[in-house]
């Protein structure tokens, strides 16, 4: 393939479409690539070169059918639960890789050994947010073009591009990537599909796009400075995806000459199913492996993907009766650091959403910083390596409260000989019924997110924190399962049912209307209606808006930019 800078791209069976032109539908088109969006052709033009999208399209051809398995895969195991009524367990077909005793992972590089406290949920195309990242005294940031971004075409070529000139050294007084914050990179989940790619016909599963640019344009580099290529995988449900990602690990460093071992990768432990397979995970990806990670919501969000039409497994109110404390997420918790401390790798927490107030003086500030202490010790305890916050201002006091009660770089010396987990531990529901303020909330959660992502933002501020898709998974889960199962509130007598949530959304919007002024917040409440008021339940929002509300407009460059415009300077 070839490609000049006038943005013709071609192969050996036809052209690919100039700038400003509509793709060419040919079947003798083996790669179509749409047009750059306003005002960053000179991105664009950096990032689709020829050589970049040869490595794409053979990226993408040669994994295409594996992605399809593994997407199939997950759609079989949920109609055989389903069929069956049967729960996971820990698997008998791999019980000879959780008895072998000796088997490691492999020691991650030195700037992985020490990240007690990274940034989460750090959208690239935020350029002003990313470089006050960079020049933070943070050990990490989760670049992320996941649960915080919106993927509109403009904001992952912009937020792409940021990494490469980040990587490259070329934002002016911002510490030499060897320096600065060590970056995890967080392309998008196996759900998502690039809708302005489209290889062999079809379009480019979104991870492999994200996955590919970084790597091609950044992978040396970051190797070469000792500071990467790292990431985070995210929404991985079996050890069949990480071996699918390890495959494409080893093919990636041959294609760029890179050794064996270089790419490390930390997986997000987000679905139920997941949490029963964490040592096949590890041991997929032994050579690429960076740990595991644990949070809360989107985890708890899959219980109700899988097994929210049982009663049994009614989720309650999340506001009131669900923490790190409960059983089933304690012991999630306890077995991820037990079983990455058991094989020599890295076990990190969840990220810290509460934003700080401007005053130290203020009693605000001190009750948000005691909670977060308080909720952060209890992971710090539970023996993990490290964790994330949004709020730049936590960085410090984490930072401190880790040193005052660990010694060392991590905790891998803490094996938690003490913990057993069984899967009625992983599987047990906590008790606690549906409250009318938590279920308001998570109505103005649901509605603010879509909301955001029409306006081409992947989170937003809500009563104090950051929210994101996490927590509007969580938010439409339980909205949709309260309906299913016609819950009763506690403060009344009344059903969750349909005609109450619709009620309910009419009068939140009386409020949110005034705390968010928008056109297209109307839009964003019907669409959360159609959500939680549909039959079967949407496997995952992101999905429901990028496909079945297909999402390819292209953002004014001006709205991403301001995507924390309304937050005080501090928290950028």
């Known amino acids: 393939m070839t490609a000049g800078l006038s943005g013709s791209f071609l192969d050996s069976r036809g052209p690919l479409p100039l700038r400003g032109q509509k793709p060419v539908c040919s079947s003798s088109v083996s790669m179509e690539l749409f047009p750059s969006p306003y005002g960053l052709q000179q991105e664009y033009e950096t990032l689709f070169t020829s050589s970049s999208l040869d490595f794409l399209h053979q990226l993408i051809s040669t994994f295409n059918e594996e992605v399809d398995q593994v997407l199939g895969l997950r759609v079989s195991r949920k109609a055989q639960l389903d069929l069956s009524g049967d729960l996971p367990g820990f698997l008998e077909s791999t019980i000879n890789i959780r008895r072998d005793p000796d088997w490691r992972v492999l020691p991650v590089p030195p700037r992985l050994q020490r990240r007690h406290v990274d940034i989460g ?34 904001n992952q070529i912009k937020g792409i591009h940021n990494v490469l000139k980040a990587v490259h050294n070329q934002f002016p007084n911002v510490p030499d990537i060897s320096q600065a914050p060590v970056l995890m990179l967080r392309p998008r989940a196996w759900n998502m599909v690039e809708h302005n790619i489209m290889v062999e016909g079809r379009e480019a599963p979104g991870p492999l796009v994200d996955f590919g640019l970084l790597m091609f344009h950044c992978g040396r580099k970051l190797y070469e400075n000792k500071s990467g290529p790292f990431f985070y995988l995210s929404k991985v ?41 964490m040592e096949e995970i590890l041991y997929e990806l032994r050579e690429h492996s960076a740990g595991l990670n644990c949070g809360i919501w989107d985890y708890s969000a899959s219980f109700v993907n899988k097994f929210g039409h049982r009663q049994a497994f009614l989720l309650p109110d999340r506001s009131k009766y669900v923490n790190m ?39 605000s500030y001190r009750r948000v910083l005691a909670t977060v202490t308080r909720l952060k010790l209890l992971e710090i305890q539970a023996g993990v390596d490290g964790f994330m916050v949004y709020d730049l201002s ?70 104090g ?35 109450l949530v619709s009620d309910l959304t009419k009068e939140i919007m009386m409020e949110l209307k005034v705390l968010c002024p928008s056109v297209s917040l109307p839009s964003a409440a019907d669409m959360f209606l159609e959500v939680v008021l549909r039959r079967d339940f949407p496997e995952f929002i992101t999905s429901y808006l990028n496909q079945d509300h ?17 937050l005080p300077r501090s928290k950028l």
Not at 550 to 566: C, K, L, N, R, Y
Request: with cysteine.
């Open 550 to 566: 297909t999402f390819i407009t292209s953002q004014d460059p001006g709205q991403v930019e301001a995507v924390d415009s309304h």
């Open 394 to 463: 936590l960085i410090e006091p984490m930072q401190k409260l880790f040193k005052l009660h660990t010694e060392g770089e991590n905790q891998l010396d803490q094996l938690r000989h003490d913990v057993t987990v069984t899967p009625e531990d992983l599987l047990s529901m906590p008790s606690g019924g549906v409250t009318l303020s938590g279920l308001m909330y998570n109505i103005a959660v649901g509605v603010l997110f879509i909301n955001a992502w029409l306006s081409g933002k992947g989170h937003f501020f809500y009563r």
């Open 121 to 154: 949920d750090l959208a690239p195309c935020d350029t002003q947010r990313f470089i006050k990242a960079l020049r933070s005294p943070a050990q990490g940031l989760q670049v992320d073009f996941d649960d915080g971004n919106c993927p509109t075409f403009y």
């Open 237 to 277: 449900e079996s050890f069949m995806e990480a071996r699918l990602w390890n495959k494409i690990f080893i093919w990636t460093q041959q294609k760029l000459g890179l050794p064996v071992g270089s790419i490390k990768a930390t997986v997000l432990i987000e679905n139920v199913l997941a949490a029963f397979e």
């Open 465 to 499: 924190q950051v929210e994101d898709s996490a927590t509007a998974e969580i938010s439409r889960s339980q909205v949709w399962q309260w309906i299913r199962h016609q819950t009763g509130l506690e403060d009344d007598s009344r059903l969750v049912s349909r005609r």
């Open 325 to 363: 404390e409960k059983r089933f997420l304690r012991s999630y918790m306890d077995l991820l650091v037990q079983t990455c401390h058991r094989r020599g790798a890295l076990a990190t927490g969840g990220m810290a959403a509460l934003l700080l107030p401007q005053d130290p003086q203020s009693d």
